[in-house]
């Protein structure tokens, strides 16, 4: 697998102000175990003119990678869901390594579609009921 290998030019400041600040600009839904984050789901909203309505980007799907394998990936992304669906968002979308096989197994385990590709770069959807 092979995963971002960029530059990180975040810092906590930044982070704090655009997720947490009078204006959040993206939402984390954070998977604890009492003390242990195990995993996160950062998305933000998107809104289509021309639909009239709302859909998600799922930014970042992470589960430490020790906790792998149990269930928390599927948890953390039926919460996005749910969320979605509660802000009744006609859609969930996001891209993952072309790299990151696994990763593409999964999601389409859990019933999202390659809406397209862009060379070997897969976009997710996922409908929302």
């Known amino acids: 697998m092979k995963g971002f290998d960029g530059e990180i030019s975040t810092s906590v400041e930044k982070i704090e102000r655009t997720l947490f600040g009078e204006y959040p600009f993206a939402h984390a839904l954070l998977l604890e175990q009492g003390d242990d984050v195990l995993g996160m789901a950062l998305f933000h909203y998107r809104y289509s003119s021309f639909r009239g309505e709302p859909s998600l980007w799922l ?71």
């Open 59 to 129: 930014d970042d799907l992470l589960v430490v990678s020790n906790e792998r394998s149990k269930g928390y990936g599927r948890e953390l992304m039926l919460a996005v869901k749910a969320v979605a669906e509660e802000s009744q968002a006609s859609h969930i979308a996001w891209t993952a390594s072309p790299h990151n096989i696994r990763a593409h197994q999964f999601y389409q385990k859990l019933g999202a579609d390659v809406e397209r590709m862009d060379g070997q770069r897969p976009y997710f959807r996922w409908d929302c009921v």
